[in-house]
């Protein structure tokens, strides 16, 4: 039996009652809104009962169902996970899905289970963002395969090394999840 858990993030972060670097757009679907995040938008950070929540109900499998549209020419981070510890040693996260416009391409970086390599994963296809047009994706993460869906296309699956996982998901105690950006990196804002 699986159970499946769902954070809004526009509501958990409250993007919608938030003007702060935010404004109200017309979405993908006409009725559908959408936020424009601009640069001088804070860094987006799940707060701690949200956080708590995806303690007690997580099963080891992330997923991310987003639609968006991103500047052209441009680096930035979707979603990042990291841990306080963590970054006072080597300022990188335990996992972070960063898209480039410019270079084209999407990226998955993550951490091994003992958390001494950080691991780069570049998703084949390129980043979906860089037509500059809305893009409709979902990502599934587990420990061993990631899953990609973009548009409605067929899913993109990449397994990951064979003989154990490669992929940990054990989220550690002082962990932050920042939507749009990595925590501590201004040049990584979604825009």
Request: proline share 6%; hydrophobic share 40%.
């Amino acid at each position: 039996m699986f159970l499946l858990l769902v954070i809004n993030l526009l509501e958990a972060l409250n993007v919608t009652r938030s003007p702060r670097g935010l404004s109200k757009v017309k979405g993908r679907d006409p009725e559908t809104p959408a936020w424009r995040l601009r640069f001088s938008t804070p860094h987006l950070k799940l707060p701690k009962k949200v956080l708590d929540y995806l303690f007690e109900t997580s099963q080891g499998i992330l997923g991310l169902h987003l639609v968006g549209r991103q500047n052209k020419g441009s680096v930035a981070t979707l979603i990042s996970f990291t841990s306080f510890a963590l970054l006072q040693n080597d300022k990188r996260p335990l996992l972070e899905l960063v898209s480039n416009t410019q270079a084209d391409w999407l990226q998955l970086e993550f951490r091994s289970p003992d958390g001494n390599q950080t691991e780069v994963l570049k998703l084949p296809g390129g980043s979906p963002f860089t037509g500059g047009g809305w893009v409709r994706m979902a990502l599934s993460v587990e420990p061993r395969q990631i899953v990609l869906y973009v548009d409605c296309q067929d899913a993109v699956v990449l397994k990951l090394k064979e003989g154990g996982r490669i992929l940990s998901l054990a989220l550690p105690q002082d962990l932050q999840v920042t939507f749009s950006s990595t925590a501590g990196k201004k040049a990584s804002k979604f825009n």
